[in-house]
């Protein structure tokens, strides 16, 4: 398992933003698959976007296209989602998650591909 450690959670008014990171370490930043989930109160786990390093190129959950973007800074080994125009159905504690391997694209959405998570961070969208 990789170490992630997650921040950036906090509070925001319906219409804001809000960044969240992910710092990963070794292999997985350079040949692995990283991604985000969210799972609000009794709800299931939710995908959120996922990126394999290698290609870079990322994917997005129906419910948050065109709101999330993913990047990543390479020399700090930290993944980023950028969220704006939150809504209040955003409300949720997301999770960072990574696999060392390069997953197939159909895998990336789905989190039983995962073997490293971080500890969460609670995303609260009120006025």
């Known amino acids: 398992q990789v170490p992630l450690v997650e921040s950036g959670g906090g509070l925001v008014q319906p219409g804001g933003s809000l960044r969240l990171s992910c710092a990963a370490s070794g292999r997985t930043f350079t040949a692995g698959t990283m991604a985000w989930f969210r799972q609000a109160p009794g709800k299931e786990r939710e995908f959120v976007a996922g990126?394999?390093?290698?290609?870079?190129?990322?994917s997005y959950g129906d419910s948050v296209k065109g709101r999330v973007t993913l990047s990543r800074d390479n020399t700090k080994q930290t993944l980023y989602l950028q969220m704006t125009s939150l809504k209040p159905e955003d409300t949720a504690v997301y999770y960072c998650?990574?696999?060392?391997?390069?997953?197939?694209?159909?895998?990336?959405?789905?989190?039983?591909?995962?073997?490293?998570w971080g500890q969460g961070t609670q995303v609260t969208v009120s006025s």
């Open positions: 998650a990574a696999r060392p391997g390069r997953l197939v694209l159909s895998q990336v959405p789905f989190s039983r591909h995962y073997d490293s």
């Open positions: 990126v394999r390093l290698s290609d870079g190129n990322p």
